[in-house]
């Protein structure tokens, strides 16, 4: 299994990202799937998930972030709008595991997770 998370980059406050998690070994479809970010020296901080009809956000993104899913690509998307500097993070997909309103619990529930993309928002 492998997750292969893209679309990181460079962009200055008030701009917008897309990334993009590409997934072989495992079927998006029929399992929830999750965005988590990291900055170095503080807690992982689950963003987002989504299983079937089910869409969840972290406050802190909630109304910027959106999840997205392309069952045929087997790919599933963060879309950011009006970054901030403190969205600045390594972004993290993973699959395999539970959705739940209480994102801050589900990390440890998901047994693949991709490498990360970087995302730097400069003020």
């Known amino acids: 299994v492998q997750l292969q998370a893209s679309g990181g980059g460079s962009v200055q406050s008030g701009g917008s990202l897309r990334l993009s998690c590409a997934a072989s070994?495992?079927?998006?479809?029929?399992?929830?799937i999750a965005w988590f970010r990291q900055v170095p020296d503080k807690a992982r901080e689950g963003i987002a998930c989504?299983?079937?009809?089910?869409?969840y956000y972290a406050d802190s993104v909630k109304g910027r972030f959106t999840v997205s899913r392309v069952n045929a690509k087997n790919t599933v998307y963060l879309q950011m709008t009006n970054l901030t500097p403190e969205d600045t993070a390594r972004y993290y997909c993973?699959?395999?595991?539970?959705?739940?309103?209480?994102?801050?619990?589900?990390?440890?529930?998901?047994?693949?997770w991709g490498r990360g993309t970087l995302v730097t928002v400069s003020s």
């Open positions: 993973a699959t395999d595991g539970i959705c739940l309103p209480r994102l801050s619990i589900i990390g440890p529930q998901y047994n693949h």
């Open positions: 070994g495992v079927t998006f479809a029929g399992n929830a």
């Open positions: 989504m299983n079937f009809g089910d869409v």
